[in-house]
């Protein structure tokens, strides 16, 4: 169970699918690593799922208890970290109405990482007004739980980065904090937010299989899943082209195969090796290369694999849903906690729920 005296933890991910490679290292395998030191919280934001796919309630369901699998395949357990139901915790959606308020329309339309995904998701003058209202909510999603550290894969740094504009605004706005307090004083300032603070993942950004221009994304459909069979992963690796000719052609080190050679074969005094050989064309080819990867990220991958075969049982989504339930309801408890704190400091506290 999680301890109230450990620093907090809040990180999430939007149920599009099954979680790739490029989700391990931006942030999962963090999160694996912190849930026995940190009180951490790991948001399912099905929410945000309705702002693009509206249109599909059942798939948007079916996602979220996969993303759960996915999670405790890799190695998330229950037991220590909480995980979250978005659409379960009211004090979201209160704060980011609150939050909304705080915050320029201009601060929230320049967000870059809200720009490139209207232009990549070919959104641009369709999107609707609630999809902009995202990147409040993940606001809303971190500050209801004051955490200390939030990881993330790179992409997500402007929304940290709004996420702690909004912390300080409320704080000098509601709390009387001085805008010259530095970020680690708010909270013994008299501030009810801490200002959080990001954790940007080992590999900042996976490239996807293919020429390795774009990041590793499902709809972009350049992803090794956590869940792909190992000869799925042979396959996908092999997609990876780095234009090189020959084994003993001077090949470039930092390019897209060795992108993937530093994340995932785990002894640098190998890495070091296929480098130099590679970079002097020392009878190495891409294909030996890609080998060797294939056996490394199926190494990874095989423990989740088994894992996640637990799940997939009869019985295994009700499992999910059990897990679900009792980690949201931990989570209302600080969640609510915090929605008070904040009606307070803007005096609408008129009195407390409870919920069931
Ligand atoms: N926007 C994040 C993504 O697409 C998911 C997310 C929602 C999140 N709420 C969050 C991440 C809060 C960190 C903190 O990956």
């Given amino acids: 169970m999680a301890s109230s005296t450990k620093p907090r933890v809040l990180t999430g991910d939007t149920p599009t ?28 934001a099905n929410m945000h799922a309705f702002t693009t796919r509206a249109d599909k309630p059942g798939d948007i369901r079916q996602d979220t208890i996969e993303i759960v699998k996915d999670w405790l395949a890799a190695g998330i357990d229950p037991n220590q970290a909480t995980i979250v139901l978005q659409t379960e915790v009211p004090a979201i959606a209160e704060l980011t109405w ?25 959104l641009e003058d ?49 709390c009387g904090v001085s805008d010259r307090t530095p970020d680690d004083q708010y909270a013994t300032a008299g501030g009810v937010f801490p200002i959080p ?30 869940s792909d069979p190992p000869k799925e992963v042979q396959k996908k690796l092999n997609k990876i082209t780095t234009g090189r000719q020959s084994p003993t052609e001077p090949g470039d080190p930092t390019n897209i195969l060795f992108k ?28 030996h290369v890609k080998q060797e990867l294939a056996e490394a990220v199926n190494k990874l991958l095989e423990p989740m694999r088994q894992r996640r075969a637990e799940f997939e049982k009869p019985g295994g989504d009700d499992t999910i849903v059990d897990i679900i339930r009792a980690g949201t309801r931990r989570a209302n408890l600080v969640a609510e906690e915090t929605l008070y704190m904040a009606k307070a400091a803007m005096k609408i506290d008129f009195g407390r729920r409870v919920l069931g």
Avoid at 38 to 44: E, K, M, V
Avoid at 104 to 113: A, I
Avoid at 150 to 163: A, N, R
Wanted: net charge positive.
């Fill in 126 to 174: 369709k999107y609707s007004f609630g999809f902009p209202m995202y990147t409040v909510g993940q606001c809303a999603d971190i500050l209801a739980f004051r955490p200390t550290f939030v990881p993330v894969g790179e992409d997500q740094e402007p929304h940290i980065e709004m996420c702690r504009k909004t912390a300080r605004k409320f704080n000098q706005l509601f």
């Fill in 98 to 122: 609150y939050f909304a308020m705080l915050l320029s329309f201009k601060d929230v339309m320049g967000n870059p990482t809200l720009i490139h995904e209207l232009k990549t998701k070919g």
């Fill in 197 to 226: 603070k990001a954790l940007i993942g080992r590999i900042a950004r996976l490239p996807g299989v293919g020429d390795g221009a774009q990041k590793m994304s499902k709809s972009l459909g350049n992803a090794i899943f956590l």
């Fill in 17 to 44: 699918g099954r979680l790739h490679l490029g989700h391990w290292v931006g942030s999962v395998e963090r999160r694996v690593q912190m849930q026995g030191d940190y009180d951490c919280y790991f948001l399912l």
């Fill in 260 to 287: 993937f050679v530093e994340a995932f074969i785990t002894d640098p005094a190998r890495v070091a090796e296929l480098k130099d050989r590679y970079a002097r064309g020392d009878n190495l080819g891409d294909g």
